[in-house]
């Protein structure tokens, strides 16, 4: 019960010349003989038959973020300790840990260190989920498909 459609051949293969031996010689628009494809619609009865066929196949959703739950600390982390001040605020942290070198409260050397990380993982969040919902936005506009 699915619904079959022949190919139709209209164009150059990847190596720039048409597979003639494919070609049907007595149709004007140049058919693929043997080659057919299944179209599910999406919706109604055979929602099942394209939910098992389509799981197959990556989709062409758009997505920009660069983050999800699981790796958002650990790539936030990575990119903030590539700038150098960081790096510095996390050098006088750890040498601060040394009793010898000591000279604040070990605590107190970790706080602007963790101020700045905070904030910047805070915007970095933001900014992430507001390409998060732009992806959503654009992914489901309703386009218009023209066949030419």
Same mark, same amino acid.
């Given at each position: 019960?699915? %619904? !079959?459609?022949?190919?139709?051949? &209209?164009?150059?293969?990847?190596?720039?010349?048409? /597979?003639?031996?494919?070609?049907?010689t007595?149709?004007?628009?140049? &058919?693929?003989?043997g080659?057919?494809?299944?179209?599910?619609?999406?919706?109604?009865?055979?929602?099942?038959?394209?939910?098992?066929?389509?799981? /197959?196949?990556?989709? /062409?959703?758009?997505?920009?973020?660069k983050?999800?739950? %699981?790796?958002?600390?650990?790539?936030?982390?990575?990119?903030q300790?590539?700038?150098?001040? /960081?790096?510095?605020? %996390?050098?006088?942290?750890?040498?601060?840990?040394?009793?010898?070198?000591?000279?604040?409260?070990?605590?107190?050397?970790?706080?602007?260190?963790?101020?700045?990380?905070?904030?910047?993982?805070? !915007?970095?969040? %933001?900014?992430?989920?507001?390409?998060?919902?732009?992806? !959503? !936005?654009?992914?489901?506009n309703?386009? &218009?498909?023209?066949?030419?």
């Amino acid at each position: 019960n699915t %619904l !079959k459609i022949d190919f139709i051949w &209209r164009g150059w293969y990847s190596d720039g010349l048409p /597979n003639s031996s494919l070609l049907d010689t007595h149709s004007p628009r140049g &058919r693929v003989c043997g080659k057919q494809r299944t179209v599910f619609p999406r919706n109604g009865r055979h929602q099942q038959d394209y939910e098992r066929v389509s799981r /197959n196949y990556k989709s /062409n959703a758009i997505s920009t973020t660069k983050y999800t739950f %699981l790796t958002f600390i650990p790539m936030n982390l990575f990119e903030q300790f590539h700038r150098a001040a /960081n790096l510095y605020f %996390l050098f006088l942290t750890l040498l601060n840990w040394v009793p010898v070198v000591e000279a604040f409260q070990k605590e107190i050397t970790m706080i602007p260190l963790l101020v700045v990380l905070i904030i910047i993982a805070i !915007k970095d969040a %933001l900014e992430d989920f507001r390409r998060y919902l732009f992806d !959503k !936005k654009v992914n489901n506009n309703v386009v &218009r498909v023209f066949c030419g």
